[in-house]
């Protein structure tokens, strides 16, 4: 493969500077048939044997691709011209989509984005969890695949204006508008473009569309909108929560008028219609498959401002709730959240240092750690206290296919993975996997 060696070499030699100071022409092509769905975004081919991901690019099309990076036994690359385009194919309806780091799937039909994302969730169980045959469902998808994002972190240009990264470069595009995030945010873009100044690195924009209320973080002298709050409220299932600036909150609380999905057969929900956003939908998911019950002892492991373990103490009066949460804004905002609220507590701690040295045994547990996965010291205490169900909820499917198996090999059934789609047009993945003890 001496064209390769070529290429790497080449490569390498750019290393130092940004994808955006690279000319395309500079780039080799190839011309590469696409058989599969990349967990990247985009697709995989083959090319003299060297699998390369294909961004922009769908399964079953053939393509030019500019090889951006080359490794031993794979490369990256970017569609540059499609020569036979697969029939779940769009035109993408965003001018940045391509050049903008954020959305991966905007070229492709929603239905084929739901497709392609529960087949990444199945590949990366089977080949880095080592299930042959796990127990996956079809995707629950969102009503709207628009406009749904409550939450946005732009970066600064040092002429004021506010942007995204570019396409694997630290380089800052200026942004007009996104179609990804709520409307609201792209108004308040709008409001702020220039506003910047040297100091100021990254803009985070926030904006219920339940409470109507917004936050700017930090605060910008001089502009035209209020900034600087230190805090925001959202709902999930009726329930508001405040959510300091630094706080994680889901940002798919855009609500939809929509039958609940068949896969959350939840009897304790009265309503089997009414305005669900993805948020709603994955907290009665989680609920529904942790079962909580009266007098159980119930753990809400990386807790953060206290959304599952609130929510699981609504729906199950009477039972004690435990939430551990590393960050000390997130715990301060649960515990606010959680004023009146009996049976609930909140430690404030990493989770493999608080949870290995409980004295009770809980009855259930819900994970929902951010994308590393949980660390090993959390498993081994789940597997040697053997808790009877855990929830865990994921969203990078190669750290949950990893600690699946730690799980599984430990003595806990796989019963189910439902995948659920929090973020249309991108690559990103959110699943809930149930394990009961064996």
Not at 88 to 109: L, N, T
Not at 136 to 161: C, E, K, L, Q, W
Not at 250 to 270: E, G, K, S
Request: with cysteine.
């Amino acid at each position: 493969m001496p064209r390769y060696r070529r290429w790497r070499s080449f490569l390498s030699r750019r290393q130092g500077a940004t994808r955006s100071d690279r000319s395309p022409r500079e780039l080799p092509r190839v011309e590469i048939e696409l058989d599969g769905i990349s967990h990247l975004g985009g697709a995989v081919g083959r090319v003299d044997e060297l699998v390369h991901f294909v961004s922009y690019a769908l399964p079953g099309e053939r393509v030019v691709a500019r090889v951006v990076d080359a490794h031993g036994n794979f490369a990256r690359a970017e569609t540059d011209r499609v020569l036979c385009a697969a029939p779940e194919r769009v035109a993408p309806p965003c001018p940045y989509f391509g050049r903008c780091g954020g959305c991966d799937w905007q070229h492709a039909r929603y239905e084929a984005q739901l497709r392609f994302k529960t087949e990444t969730v199945r590949e990366q169980l089977r080949r880095l969890g080592g299930f042959a045959d796990a127990p996956v469902r079809p995707m629950i998808g969102a009503a709207s695949v628009y406009g749904y994002r409550n939450h946005a972190r732009f970066s600064a240009r040092r002429d004021g204006t506010l942007g995204f990264t570019r396409q694997q470069s630290h380089a800052v595009m200026t942004i007009e508008h996104c179609h990804v995030v709520v409307p609201p945010i792209s108004a308040m873009l709008a409001a702020l473009q220039g506003r910047g100044h040297r100091r100021l690195h990254q803009v985070a924009l926030r904006h219920s569309l339940r409470t109507g209320q917004s936050l700017v973080a930090p605060h910008i002298p001089d502009a035209p909108i209020p900034t600087g709050q230190p805090y925001l409220e959202d709902e999930v299932l009726g329930r508001r929560f405040r959510i300091a600036a630094n706080s994680f909150f889901q940002v798919n609380t855009r609500p939809d008028v929509r039958p609940l999905p068949q896969a959350i057969a939840a009897p304790w929900v009265a309503e089997r219609e009414a305005a669900w956003s993805q948020a709603d939908l994955l907290a009665l998911l989680a609920i529904d498959r942790l079962r909580p019950a009266p007098g159980e002892l119930l753990l809400d492991a990386y807790a953060g401002v206290g959304t599952f373990a609130l929510l699981v103490a609504d729906h199950a009066p009477g039972a004690r709730v435990l939430g551990i949460e590393e960050a000390a804004s997130a715990v301060m905002d649960a515990r606010h959240n959680a004023a009146g609220a009996p049976n609930l507590e909140f430690v404030q701690g990493r989770v493999e240092a608080v949870l290995p040295g409980l004295d009770a045994v809980p009855d259930g547990a819900i994970l929902d750690p951010a994308r590393a996965g949980c660390a090993r010291p959390v498993l081994d205490a789940l597997v040697a206290r053997a808790v009877r169900r855990i929830v865990y909820v994921s969203c990078e499917p190669a750290t949950l296919a990893r600690d699946l198996r730690i799980l599984v090999d430990g003595g806990y059934a796989l019963t189910e993975v439902q995948p659920i789609d929090m973020f249309p047009q991108t690559r990103h993945v959110e699943a809930v996997a149930t394990l009961e003890r064996r």
